[in-house]
């Protein structure tokens, strides 16, 4: 079976599909990325077919469109539903007929995926890459979708399942039912090597001093490193050896502050008391499902949601003014229940299913 995995161009939005597109390949199918060519760093050698422009070349076309598109609001919508969709269409259908998928997976984001697979008429599945979205933002996704298949005369096709990494005691009163149709699949970090930032060797912990990582992913600690490196001087400045995810040029290295450049956050998580992040969907599921607790400054789009679910659950520490985050992070370190929520979300995580496994539930239901 060929599968196409679509995601929008950005790591939040390729890396948690490189789990299920391995196990699919090791279990003898056919997998490529439809996303644009600067997704080509995350992929770490998979095959990509280019579709469309980058991320910030679509915020720049889009903020002539529609304004700004930092939050959950119209400007987001159109960003998604409307400016990526009519930039990337014809290159995305061009690759579609010529790779001829038997199914697509599309992130939960990208509403290229639905409108490929209606017009190629073929099955295609969610993956989603958020907790549940507030229903005016969900809403006018919709909307916008349903006027993009109307404008390409092609009728939506309604997904097989919807993929869920998001555990269940993540979500809010004001969440709406799980969908039907929905297959757990544990969040699986991905070992990658990014083109270009090669990560460097993680110095020993020392036994006697709390160990913090501070990574707010690549989106806000490349457009901020200042913000960056206040925040690991800070914690650092709280009593912590202090990991962080910059480049030592970036970081403006304080003592017990170590720059470690992109890794792996499997490797960096093991030994780490806190993490200090933005509240990034896939950083955040990774942490909690090692068991660790965190101190979240959300920026934008999803990420205060995201920080008062952690928050709400117990499991982390929703901070807005980066002055207070070496003052939480010792909060955070010295209250036992932070860390013993995480350990009980860790194991919901590891109760779910495994890509192999999800993988295999999603291909029963393939017509």
Known sequence: MRILFAAVPAPGHVLPLLPLADAAIDAGHEAAFLAADSAAPFLDGRRLLPAGPSVKQLIVVNLERAGPARTLGP??????????????????????????????????????????????????????????????????????????????????????????????????????????GRITVRFSGVAVEFAGQPSRPVPPRRPDVPRAL???????????????????????????????????????????????????????????????????????????????????????????????????????????DPNDVGLAARDVLDDPSFQQAAREVAKETAAMNSPRQALTELLTLYP
């Open 214 to 320: 501070v990574t707010m992913g690549t989106s806000v600690g490349e457009g901020n490193p200042a913000l960056v490196a206040g925040l690991a001087q800070s914690v650092a400045g709280a009593g912590f050896d202090v990991l962080v995810t910059a480049s030592p040029e970036d970081a403006h290295l304080a003592p017990r502050v170590h720059a470690v450049g992109f890794a792996p956050l499997p490797e960096l998580l093991s030994g780490v008391d806190v993490v200090i992040g933005s509240a990034s969907i896939g950083t955040l599921l990774a942490t909690l499902a090692a068991g660790v607790p965190s101190v979240l400054l959300p920026v934008f789009a999803d990420q205060p949601t995201n920080a008062e679910r952690a928050a709400r659950r117990g499991a982390a520490r929703m901070i807005d």
């Open 75 to 180: 400007g987001l919508v159109e960003l998604l539903a409307g400016t990526r969709i009519d930039l990337t269409w014809d290159d995305a259908l061009r690759q579609g007929l010529r790779y001829e998928p038997d199914l697509i997976v599309g992130d939960s984001l990208d509403f290229v995926a639905p409108l490929l697979a209606a017009r190629l008429d073929v099955p295609w599945a969610s993956y989603a890459i958020s907790g549940p979205l507030p229903a005016e933002f969900a809403d006018g996704l919709r909307e916008r979708t349903r006027e993009q298949h109307a404008s390409r005369l092609v009728t939506p096709r309604d997904p097989l399942a919807l993929l869920d990494p998001f555990p269940e005691s993540l979500r809010l009163p004001a969440d709406p039912a799980p969908e039907s």
